[in-house]
T-cell receptor
Framework: AQRVTQPEKLLSVFKGAPVELKCNYS??????LFWYVQYSRQRLQLLLR??SRESIKGFTADLNKGETSFHLKKPFAQEEDSAMYYC??????????FGGGTRVLVKP | GAVVSQHPSWVICKSGTSVKIECRSL??????MFWYRQFPKQSLMLMAT?????????EQGVEKDKFLINHASLTLSTLTVTSAHPEDSSFYIC?????????FGPGTRLTVT
């Protein structure tokens, strides 16, 4: 069965500092991975997906199949990046398995 | 575009009663909708996959007679929590899929007293 692990429940960084959210997965097939973000009092929304290989709001994530990781990075964190971030893996039938989530707090 | 609504946004019901939650895709058609449950300070857990015109597929450990899902049209899926008990209190979130992307509703908070 697939599994997504986010080892950090909370990441606290200062504005302008780099931030990296870790995500590891286990899946027997070819993975499709996503990062979702949930800002305070808002619904879950897609941040980025590995197949698009794009940068959204300054965030990037690279799929490393050897390390089964999909870490999310941003070189200079902003206060508006404070939110809950979920790594997710899509399996057959577009079912999503979510990691436990990481709360990011960017301090001024 | 790609907006998903849920109704109600919160509901309180008495133990033993049933409550229905609606999930609508407002500006697109979704052949597949998903229902998730989220406990406080925990992640989303998939409960079931709802396909238009066919029976829902439930994840292991989810009671299909407890959580009735109906996907009557390409824009509406409903989740009915039957004979609700306090342990059913939770945040229920739906998503609607178009292609390989899912769009999430705002969630419904259910409190069973």
């Amino acid at each position: 069965a697939q599994r997504v692990t986010q080892p950090e429940k909370l990441l606290s960084v200062f504005k302008g500092a780099p931030v990296e959210l870790k995500c590891n997965y286990s899946y027997s097939g070819s993975p499709e991975l996503f990062w979702y973000v949930q800002y305070s009092r808002q619904r879950l929304q897609l941040l980025l997906r590995h197949i698009s290989r794009e940068s959204i709001k300054g965030f990037t994530a690279d799929l490393n199949k050897g390390e089964t990781s999909f870490h999310l990075k941003k070189p200079f964190a902003q206060e508006e990046d404070s939110a809950m971030y979920y790594c997710a893996l899509s399996s057959a039938g577009n079912k999503l398995t979510f990691g436990g989530g990481t709360r990011v707090l960017v301090k001024p | 575009g790609a907006v998903v609504s849920q109704h109600p946004s919160w509901v309180i019901c008495k133990s033993g009663t049933s409550v229905k939650i609606e999930c609508r895709s407002l500006d697109f058609q979704a052949t597949t909708m998903f229902w998730y449950r989220q406990f406080p300070k925990q992640s989303l857990m998939l409960m079931a996959t709802s396909n238009e015109g066919s029976k829902a597929t439930y994840e292991q450990g989810v009671e299909k007679d407890k959580f009735l899902i109906n996907h009557a049209s390409l824009t509406l899926s409903t989740l009915t929590v039957t004979s609700a008990h306090p342990e059913d209190s939770s945040f229920y979130i739906c998503s609607a899929a178009t292609g390989s992307e899912q769009y999430f509703g705002p969630g419904t908070r259910l409190t069973v007293t």
